[in-house]
């Protein structure tokens, strides 16, 4: 079963610090280009994170550009999102994406982040 399934989300803080992390199973991960987008209430779907399939290059949305890093490991098959000194207006559910050759994307279900005090 093609699949992506996020984890870490969860309340913090403002300037705190969150780890989301993304497991994918039934495709070839190593071959996909991987990306995390958000999605606020009320706004449109934004990419916020992309890395190549062998993790040497990644780019960011500049609104998070040197707070949040993207990683992947093609041996345990995921694809991380660390994400250091959290605004409000970072809150959004987190999705990850598989951007597949030849195939339909892959999306997971998404991960809530709430920055709050």
């Known amino acids: 079963q093609v699949q992506l399934v996020e984890s870490g989300g969860g309340l913090v803080q403002p300037g705190g610090s969150l780890r989301l992390s993304c497991a994918a199973s039934g495709f070839t991960f190593s071959s996909c280009g991987m990306r995390w987008y958000r999605q606020a209430p009320g706004k449109e779907r934004e990419l916020v994170a992309a890395i190549f399939s062998n993790g040497r290059l990644s780019n960011y949305a500049d609104t998070v550009k040197g707070r949040f890093t993207i990683s992947r490991s093609n041996v345990k098959n995921t694809v991380s999102l660390q994400m250091n000194s959290l605004r409000p207006e970072d809150t959004a559910v987190y999705y990850c994406?598989?951007?597949?050759?030849?195939?339909?994307?892959?999306w997971g279900q998404g991960t809530p982040v709430t920055v709050s005090s």
């Open positions: 994406n598989a951007l597949r050759s030849g195939y339909a994307d892959v």
